[in-house]
C-alpha cells in the first residue's frame, strides 16, 4: 500500500468521523432557521459528545454484556461503511473488502444489534423501538438494495467505487431510470435515519418515537458513542447518494493526487452543505406520518426502486 | 506440494477405495443402531456410548465427502449383489453426492455428540429404539446421495421417511402429535408416489432403472417436462415448498429437537440432492420455462415462511416456518440456475448454483443449531411458547451465546455464512438482464425484490426469536432456575457455531467444494480467487467481500474504539434500576409479547393469514386478548382435498359389506378378470 | 431525417420516465388538490416534449399542439378544477377502494404488460422515440387503475384527463403526434366532456348532498 493510498483511506475514514457531528449541527442549524427558532451553535453535537464522555454510565440492573458492547459495535459498523463508501476517492484497498451488497449488510448488522440490545433490559419501552425500528429496517432494507441495483445494472459492477468510476467515464446526463432512484433513496434515507416523516430526531414524545425509544437505557459514554454512530449513519446515507447520483467531484482512480483530494474534499464540504439545508427544508415542510402509514411511505419507496429496474429495462433496450 | 508423505499416502488410499470405505461407515451407523437393542433402557450405554461414536462417524463420513469433492477424480460406481433379481443395487460416489455427505457428515456429527447429552430417561420410546431409528434416519439419508439406482433410491427414500417417522412420534402418548407424525407420513408417500412415476418416466422405455440407463435415455420435450414437474411434486413436498409445505410445521415441532435439527438440517436438503440429481444429471436437456417455475415458487415459499414465521408464537414452529423460508431461497437459486443453464450462460448458472448449494450447507449448520438450542431451552423450562420465556441470557450464558451466533447467521449478517449465500444469489439476479427473453428480463428484477424482502423479513423474525427468549426479564418466576447446557450439548452446539463463523469467514473454501459440484452438472465453476479470504465469483472488477477482512476490520476497529474511550474519557459505571417511565408498577408481564412484535407482520400482511382475535371490553375486570393466526392455505387447499378423498373413500365404502362370502365374490371376479385378460 | 443533436433521445427518455413518476405519485396521492398539481405537472413535461419533438423532427405543427397542450392542460383545466373543488367543497378526498402499496403493485404489473405489449410497436416505428412508446401505455393503464381505484367523482375526471396525456404522448412518440385535425377535436371533446362532467358534479351533489360515487349505485335496477 502506498503512502498516498494510505492517506486517501484513513483521510476519508477520519474526514467521515469528523464532519458527521457538524452535519448533524448543520442541518439542525437550518432547521432552526425555517422554523423561527434560535439555532443552536455548529457546535452544538461535539459539546453534547463531550459533556457525555465525561458523565458515568448508569447502568440498568439486568444489562447482559451484548448491551454493553453494543454501542461500540454501532460505532465501529458504522467506521467501517465510512471506509468502504467513496466519498473523496475511487480508490480505497479497503472498498474491496465489502461491496454495496454487503455494506446495507453491515448497516443491517448494526441494526440488528442496537434492536437486540434495546429488548435486553426488558422494558416495554425499549422492545417497542426494537419492534417499531425492525419494521422501518425491512421495509427500507430491500428498497435501499434495490435502489443500488440500479445502479449496479448502470455500471455493471456492485461496487461503489467501480459505480462511481463507471459514471465518471460515460458522458454527463441524467439517467431515467435513477430519477426513480434518486426520490425512492431520499425517501429511504429519511427513514432509516429516523428523521421526520417516519420518526423525530428532536422529539422524546413516548408515543412517536422510534429512534429515541430504544436508547433510552444508555447514557453517558454509551449514549455518546450511539449518537455518533447515527450521525455518522447519515453522513454514510449522504455520501452513498452522493455517489450514486452526484458523483462530480470525487477523485476518481487515476487522477487522484493531492490536490484532486482537496478539491474533492471541498466539493463534499459543498455538497454537504447543501444537502444539508435541503434535508431541513424537506423535514421542515413534512409532517411525521402516523407508525401505520409507515408502510406505506416505505412500500411506496421500495416499488419507486422496482420501478426504476424497470424503466432502465424499458427504455434501454 | 508440502504435505509430509503420510498425508498424501494417506489421501490417495482414501482417495481409491473412497466409497468402499462410505459404505463401511454408514454401515457402521447402522451397526451402532442395532447394538443399542442389546440394552434398549440404558440411557447411559446408548447416550453415553452410542451417540458419540455416531458423532465420530459422521465426521469420517464429512473427510470422505470431502475428499470425493476436492480430489477431482472420477466418479466411483460399485455394485452391491443385494435387491431385485435382475436390479441389484447400484452405489456411486460423485462430486455432488460428495457435496452431500459432506454436508450430512458435518453437521450430522454435531447433532449427535449433542443428543448424546440430550436425550432423557421417560421420555417415550426407550432410548435404545431411539438410537435404533436416530442411525437408521442417519444411515438412508447417506443411502439416498449413493444411490445409483431408481429401486435402491426409492428402498433408501422410503426407508429415510419411516425411520423419521419413529422418531417424530416418540412422544407418541400425546394426540396431536399421533395427528403430525400421521400427517407427515401421508405427505411423504404422496411425495413418494410422484417420485415413483418420475422414475417410470425417465426410464424410457427402456425398462432400465439404472441412473446410468436414464442418462442415456432419449426424452421427448414433453415426457422430460413431465418427470421434471413430478420430480418438482415429488421433491418439493419433501423439501416443504410451498403450497406442499403442510406437514412441516406440524412435524417440525412435534419431533425432540435433535430430531428436529435433523429433519430440517439434513432431510430437507436429500430433497434438493434430488431435485439436482434429476434436473441436471439425469435429464440431460432444460427448459427456461421450468426455472422460472422453479424460481416463483421457490419465491413464494421463501416470503409466505418468513411471514408465518413473524407471526408465529411457538418456538420452534417459527423455526419450521424459517425453515420454509430457507428452502425457498434455495429452490429460488435452483430456478435462477436452470434459468441461466437454459439460455446457455453457464457461468452465471454455476453462480445462482453455488449459491443454492451454499445455502443448504450454511443452513444446516445454523438451523440444527437453533433447533437444538430451542431443546436446551424447552429442557430448562418446559416451555415452548415464547410468552413464557425471556431473560434466558442470564441463566443460560452458554446456550444464548452460541444461538446469538445462529440468529445473526440466519438472519443474513456479515461476516457470518448466512449473509455469503444471499449475496451469492443477489449477485445472480444481478446478471438476469442477459437473459433473452424480455418478460423473464422484467420479472426478474420483482424476483430479486422479493428475495431481499425476504432476507430483510427474515431479520425481523430473528431478533423476535432471539430478543424474546434470551433477552428482558424473565416472565415467569419459574425462569430464574433455568439450566445451562451439559457439557456434550455445549460441544455440539459449539462446533455448529464455529462452522457458522468458519463458513462466513472463508467462504472461499465452501466455494471450491460448490464449484465441484457445479463442474460436474454444468461444466462450470465460478471464478475462484487465488487468495482463500477473498471470493470475486465473477470478477475483482464487478464484485468481491471477504469475510475475515471485514470481521478483521470491525475487530480492529472496536478494539481501537473501546482503548481510545478507555484512555480518553474512563470507564467508570453504576448500577441502578432501568428507567420506569413514572410508572413504578411495571411487572416483567408489560414487556413485548411474542404476538405484540409480530403485530406489524399482522397488519402488513393481513390477507395472508385467517385470524381471529378475541379483544376486551374497556369494563372486564381481567380483560383477556387472545389471537389464533391460521395458515389460509391449509384451509383453501388442503380442507377441500382432505373432505374430497373423504367423500371419495365414503362412496367407495359401499363395497365394503361386511359379509366374508362378497368379499370372496370380490377377489373371484379379480381373479376371472385377470385370467380374461390373459387370453 | 432532420438533425436531431445527441442529447435530444436522453432527454426524452428523462422527460418520459417523469411522466412515468408523476402517474405513480398520482396513484399514491389522497387529496385531490395535490392530484390537480400534479396533472399540472403532467402536462408541462408533455408540452416540454412536444416541443422537443418538433425540433429534433422538424414537424412544425407539433408546436402548435404543444401550445395547445400547455394552454388547455397546464394553465386552464388546473384552474377550472382548482375553482371547482372550492366551489364544491371537495378538497379533502382519502377515500380509496384499495390500499395505495397494492393500487401500485398492480401499477407495476400494468407497467411489465405495457412494456410487453409495446415491444413489437417499438420495433417498428421508426421514430427516435419508440423506446418511450411503452411507457405512454404505461401512462394510459395507471390512469385507467386510478379512475377505478378513486370513489369520488372529480379524481375520475383527473383520471380521465391523465388518460387523454398518455394517449397525446403515445401519438407523439409513435407517429411524431396525429394529423391536426383529429387533435383539434379531441381537445374540443376533451373541453366539452369536461363542462358536462362539471354540471353533472353539481347535479350529484344536488341530488345526493355528496360526491361520493356510492351513491349511484342505488340506481341499478332492483
Not at chain 2, 471450491?512 to 480467487?529: F, I
Not at chain 3, 384552474?79 to 371537495?90: K, N, Y
Request: one cysteine or more; hydrophobic letters at 55%; aromatic letters at 10%.
Amino acid at each position: 500500500m502506498s503512502p498516498i493510498t494510505m492517506v486517501r483511506q484513513f483521510g476519508e475514514v477520519l474526514l467521515a468521523i469528523t464532519l458527521a457531528p457538524l452535519f448533524v449541527g448543520w442541518t439542525a442549524q437550518c432547521r432552526a432557521w425555517l422554523q423561527s427558532r434560535t439555532a443552536p451553535p455548529l457546535a452544538q453535537p461535539y459539546r453534547m459528545l463531550r459533556k457525555l464522555f465525561h458523565k458515568d454510565v448508569a447502568l440498568a440492573a439486568g444489562a447482559t454484556p451484548l448491551f454493553r458492547m453494543t454501542p461500540y459495535i454501532l460505532f465501529g459498523s458504522m467506521v467501517l461503511a465510512a471506509a468502504i463508501i467513496p466519498s473523496i476517492a475511487t480508490d480505497l484497498p479497503f472498498a474491496r473488502v465489502a461491496d454495496a451488497i454487503a455494506l446495507i449488510g453491515l448497516f443491517a448488522t448494526a441494526r440488528v444489534f442496537q434492536s437486540l440490545a434495546a429488548m435486553d433490559i426488558g422494558t416495554a419501552f425499549g422492545t417497542m423501538g426494537a419492534r417499531r425500528e425492525m419494521m422501518v429496517g425491512f421495509l427500507a432494507e430491500p428498497a435501499l438494495l434495490m435502489v443500488l441495483f440500479n445502479a449496479f445494472l448502470l455500471s455493471g459492477s456492485t461496487a461503489l467505487p467501480s459505480v462511481v468510476d463507471a459514471y465518471s467515464a460515460g458522458p454527463l446526463s441524467i439517467n431515467p431510470s435513477l430519477t426513480f432512484a434518486g426520490v425512492a433513496f431520499v425517501m429511504v434515507l429519511l427513514a432509516e435515519n429516523a428523521r421526520i416523516p417516519i420518526d423525530n430526531p428532536s422529539t422524546h414524545l413516548e408515543l412517536t418515537m422510534i429512534h429515541e425509544a430504544m436508547l433510552l437505557e444508555y447514557s453517558a459514554r454509551h449514549l455518546a458513542l450511539i449518537e455518533w454512530a447515527s450521525s455518522l449513519k447519515l453522513f454514510n446515507y449522504a455520501c452513498i447518494g452522493f455517489a450514486l447520483f452526484l458523483p462530480w467531484g470525487i477523485a476518481t482512480h487515476g487522477a487522484d493526487g493531492g490536490w484532486a483530494l482537496l478539491l474533492a474534499a471541498g466539493a463534499l464540504i459543498g455538497k454537504l452543505i447543501v444537502f444539508g439545508a435541503a434535508l431541513a427544508l424537506v423535514e421542515s415542510l413534512s409532517a411525521k406520518l402516523r407508525i401505520f402509514r409507515a408502510p406505506e411511505y416505505l412500500a411506496t419507496a421500495f416499488l419507486l426502486a422496482v420501478l426504476g429496474l424497470l424503466v432502465h429495462l424499458l427504455l434501454g433496450s | 506440494m508440502s504435505h509430509p508423505g503420510w498425508v498424501s499416502r494417506g489421501v490417495v488410499l482414501l482417495q481409491r477405495h473412497d466409497l468402499h470405505w462410505v459404505l463401511l461407515l454408514v454401515l457402521g451407523w447402522l451397526f451402532l443402531g442395532a447394538i443399542g437393542l442389546l440394552r434398549p433402557h440404558s440411557l447411559r450405554f446408548v447416550a453415553r456410548g452410542l451417540f458419540p461414536a455416531g458423532a465420530v462417524l459422521g465426521l469420517g463420513v464429512a473427510l470422505l465427502g470431502a475428499v470425493a469433492l476436492l480430489a477431482g477424480q472420477a466418479p466411483q460406481a460399485m455394485v452391491l449383489p443385494l435387491g431385485l433379481p435382475n436390479l441389484p443395487f447400484h452405489l456411486r460416489l460423485d462430486a455432488l453426492s460428495g457435496f452431500f455427505l459432506l454436508l450430512m457428515g458435518v453437521a450430522g456429527a454435531g447433532i449427535s455428540i449433542f443428543a448424546a447429552g440430550y436425550f432423557r430417561s421417560g421420555e417415550g420410546t426407550a432410548p435404545g429404539l431411539l438410537g435404533l431409528h436416530y442411525h437408521i434416519f442417519l444411515a438412508s439419508m447417506a443411502l439416498v446421495v449413493l444411490a445409483d439406482d431408481a429401486y435402491f433410491f426409492m428402498v433408501a427414500w422410503e426407508l429415510m421417511a419411516l425411520s423419521s417417522y419413529f422418531l417424530v412420534v416418540s412422544q407418541h402418548r400425546l394426540p396431536e402429535i399421533r395427528r403430525a407424525g400421521f400427517l407427515y407420513l401421508l405427505m411423504a408417500h404422496l411425495g413418494a408416489l410422484c417420485l415413483l412415476l418420475c422414475f417410470g418416466v425417465l426410464q424410457g422405455g427402456k425398462w432400465q432403472f439404472t441412473f446410468d440407463a436414464m442418462r442415456g435415455a432419449p426424452l421427448a420435450p414433453l415426457w422430460a417436462t413431465v418427470a421434471f414437474l413430478l420430480a418438482l411434486l415429488g421433491f418439493g413436498a419433501k423439501a416443504g415448498l410451498v403450497p406442499l409445505h403442510g406437514w412441516l410445521p406440524e412435524a417440525h415441532p412435534a419431533a425432540p429437537s435433535p430430531v428436529s435439527a435433523m429433519m430440517s438440517g439434513l432431510m430437507l436438503k436429500t430433497a434438493v440432492y434430488g431435485m439436482l440429481r434429476i434436473t441436471f444429471d439425469l435429464l440431460h436437456i432444460q427448459f427456461w420455462q421450468w426455472g422460472v417455475l422453479v424460481l416463483v415458487l421457490g419465491l413464494f415459499s421463501a416470503l409466505y415462511g418468513a411471514i408465518f414465521a413473524g407471526v408465529k408464537t411457538d418456538m420452534k414452529r417459527l423455526l419450521a416456518y424459517s425453515s420454509i423460508e430457507n428452502i425457498g431461497i434455495i429452490f429460488t437459486g435452483i430456478g435462477l440456475a436452470i434459468l441461466f443453464a437454459a439460455c446457455h450462460l453457464p457461468l452465471f448458472a454455476a453462480l445462482a448454483l453455488s449459491a443454492a448449494l451454499l445455502h443448504a450447507l450454511n443452513h444446516a449448520f445454523f438451523k440444527s443449531l437453533l433447533f437444538l438450542a430451542t431443546g436446551n431451552v424447552l429442557h430448562a423450562t418446559k416451555r415452548r411458547s415464547l410468552g413464557a420465556l425471556g431473560g434466558l441470557a442470564h441463566t443460560m450464558p452458554w446456550v444464548a451465546t452460541l444461538a446469538l451466533v445462529g440468529t445473526l447467521a440466519i438472519a443474513g449478517l456479515p461476516p457470518l455464512n448466512g449473509f455469503v449465500s444471499e449475496w451469492l444469489l443477489l449477485q445472480a439476479f444481478l446478471f438476469t438482464p442477459r437473459i433473452p427473453h424480455p418478460f423473464i428480463n422484467m420479472l426478474v428484477p420483482l424476483g430479486a425484490a422479493v428475495l431481499a424482502l425476504t432476507v430483510a423479513l427474515a431479520a425481523y423474525v430473528m431478533v423476535k426469536f432471539y430478543g424474546i427468549i434470551f433477552l428482558g426479564q424473565p416472565r415467569e418466576p419459574a425462569l430464574a432456575e433455568a439450566h445451562d447446557a451439559n457439557w456434550l450439548e455445549r460441544i455440539g452446539l459449539t462446533w455448529l457455531a464455529l462452522g457458522c463463523i468458519a463458513i462466513g469467514v472463508l467462504p472461499q473454501i465452501a466455494l471450491r467444494a460448490t464449484g465441484a459440484v457445479t463442474g460436474l452438472l454444468l461444466g462450470q465453476t465460478v471464478n475462484l480467487s487465488s487468495r482463500i479470504w477473498w471470493i470475486a465469483p465473477i470478477g475483482a472488477k464487478q464484485a468481491s467481500y471477504s469475510g475475515l477482512l471485514l470481521l478483521a476490520g470491525i475487530i480492529c476497529v472496536v478494539g481501537i474504539t473501546f482503548v481510545a474511550v478507555r484512555i480518553l474519557a474512563h470507564g467508570r459505571f453504576r448500577r441502578t434500576v432501568p428507567w420506569d417511565c413514572g410508572y413504578p408498577w411495571q411487572t416483567s408481564r408489560m414487556q413485548d409479547t411474542a404476538e405484540g412484535f409480530g403485530q406489524p407482520i399482522r397488519h402488513i400482511f393481513g390477507s395472508a393469514f385467517d385470524m381471529e382475535r378475541e379483544l376486551p371490553s374497556p369494563s372486564d375486570s381481567a380483560p383477556r386478548y387472545r389471537i389464533h393466526v391460521e395458515d389460509r392455505l391449509w384451509r383453501m387447499a388442503y380442507v377441500p382435498i382432505a373432505r374430497a378423498v373423504q367423500r371419495l373413500s365414503d362412496s367407495i365404502g359401499v363395497l365394503q359389506g361386511g359379509r366374508l362370502a362378497i368379499y370372496l365374490l370380490y377377489s373371484f371376479l379379480t381373479l376371472l378378470g385377470l385370467l380374461a385378460g390373459v387370453l | 431525417m432532420p438533425h436531431s443533436p445527441h442529447w435530444i433521445v436522453p432527454s426524452l427518455n428523462l422527460l418520459a420516465s417523469l411522466l412515468l413518476l408523476i402517474s405513480f405519485a398520482m396513484l399514491s396521492r389522497r387529496r385531490t388538490q395535490r392530484l390537480i398539481t400534479l396533472f399540472a405537472w403532467q402536462g408541462a413535461i408533455l408540452f416540454t416534449s412536444t416541443c422537443l419533438v418538433a425540433y429534433s423532427s422538424g414537424h412544425k405543427e407539433l408546436y402548435y399542439s404543444a401550445a395547445l397542450t400547455l394552454m388547455l392542460k397546464v394553465i386552464a383545466l388546473p384552474w377550472i378544477l382548482h375553482r371547482l373543488i372550492r366551489r364544491l367543497g371537495a378538497q379533502w378526498d382519502s377515500e380509496l377502494l384499495v390500499n395505495i402499496p397494492t393500487t401500485m403493485l398492480v401499477g407495476l404489473v400494468l407497467v411489465i404488460f405495457a412494456f410487453g405489449l409495446a415491444q413489437p410497436i417499438s420495433l417498428m416505428a421508426t421514430t427516435i422515440t419508440r423506446n418511450t412508446i411503452g411507457i405512454a401505455l404505461a401512462v394510459i393503464f395507471l390512469a385507467f387503475l386510478m379512475m377505478i381505484t378513486r370513489r369520488k367523482a372529480i379524481t375520475q375526471v383527473i383520471g380521465f384527463l391523465a388518460m387523454e396525456n398518455g394517449l397525446f404522448f403515445a401519438a407523439t412518440s409513435a407517429t411524431y403526434g396525429m394529423p391536426m385535425v383529429i387533435e383539434l377535436g379531441i381537445a374540443l371533446d376533451l373541453l366539452v366532456g369536461f363542462f358536462i362532467l362539471g354540471i353533472f358534479f353539481f347535479q350529484i351533489r344536488e341530488q345526493f348532498d355528496s360526491l361520493d360515487l356510492r351513491h349511484l349505485e342505488a340506481l341499478k335496477e332492483e
